[in-house]
C-alpha cells in the first residue's frame, strides 16, 4: 500500500525521510505513552531516555532546545561534581583546593582509566569551577555605568531601541534616563499586548541599563551594557537556558488573539530568550528586519497548538500575523496575566 501525504490539498508520494520521521514519532507514542501515570513509572521513563525523537519534534528551534538541554546537563554535571557555592563559602579555598575536589571525584568516576586523562580532564572542569567560584565571590559588585556611558549608549543611535526586542523609546523614557530636569513623566500605554504584557507597570518601559553577561554569571566592565527596556531586563534576569524557566505555557481562563482562542500564555522568559537569540524575523519568506532596526514580537506558528519553545515564532511588525489583534486595552491585559 502506497504511503501519501496531505499538502495544501494535494496528494502524493512522500519523501523516504518523511515516512521514516512520521513512523518513528508514531513508535515513540506507542511505546511510550505520555500520561501523567507514565512520567511516575521508572520503567516508562527509561523506555522514553533511549528513543530517538524525528526532527519534527522540534519544529525550527531543534539547535535552541538541544543547546539549552546540553548546557543544563553540563551545568548539573559540573556542580554535581563539585558545588562551587560550598568552594565559595571558605576564603582559603583557591584553585589548588578546587583541583583536589575535582580529581578526587573523577577518580571515583574513571578509576580504570590512565592518570594522564584523569588529570586532564580535572584540570578542565577546574577552570570553569573555579570560575565560578570567583563570580560568586564578586557577585555583590555591580558595574555601574558611569553618566558618560548613559550618554554613549543611548546616543549611539538617533533612534534608541531595547536591544533585545527592538522596541523603540519614548522621548520621556529618554529623558528620564538622561535625567533631564523638568522633562514629562513616562506614560503607560493605553493598549498593551496580549502576549507580551510590557507597559502595565512604569519599569516595564523605561530605559536601563542591562548586563549582557549577567553579573552572577561574571558578566562586569562597561562593554558589558547594552540598554533594554524594563520588561526584556526584569525576565531575561540571570537565567542563561529555556529549561531554568517554568515547563509549561502559564495557564488562564479563555483569550482571544483576533479569531484565534487560547487558553494558555508563554513564559515570559522564554519571549524573551527568543527574541534575543533568533534577532531577527522568522518570516518564512525572508525578512531582513532585525532588533536593530525594527520591534519583534512573539507569536505562534500554529494557532491550534501551545505557546511553548516549539510553536513560537519571531516577527517584525510587518510580518507579524496578528498585529491587527495583538494590543488590548491594558486592563484587559492585566487581568489577564495575574498582576
Known sequence: MAVTCHRRMSIRSCPKGEVVSIDKLAHIFDTAPQTPEAAWNYGEVTKLASLQLPDTVFGDDESLLKGDQHRLWLRWFLEGLASPHILAGDPNNGRLEVFNVVFRRITQLYSTIDHFRRYSLANKLTDLLFADVQRIRRSTHRDYASKATRTALISASPAPRCYLCGYVFSQEACDAFRQVKGSNPVRLPALVDILRPRGLKDREIKIEIEHIVPVASGGSG???LRLACGWCNIYKS????????????????????????????PQRFWTVRLLALKGKCQHQAGCSATAADAELFIALRDWSGSPNPTNLA??????????ADRMLPAATVDALWGH
Do not use: I, W
Request: a neutral charge; glycine letters at 2%.
Open 314 to 323: 519571531v516577527y517584525c511588525e510587518r510580518h507579524d500575523p496578528v498585529a
Open 238 to 265: 540571570s537565567k542563561v537556558s529555556l529549561y531554568e524557566a517554568a515547563f509549561m505555557p502559564a495557564r488562564t481562563s479563555a483569550f482571544f488573539v483576533g479569531t484565534h482562542r487560547l487558553h494558555e500564555l
Open 222 to 224: 562597561q562593554t558589558n
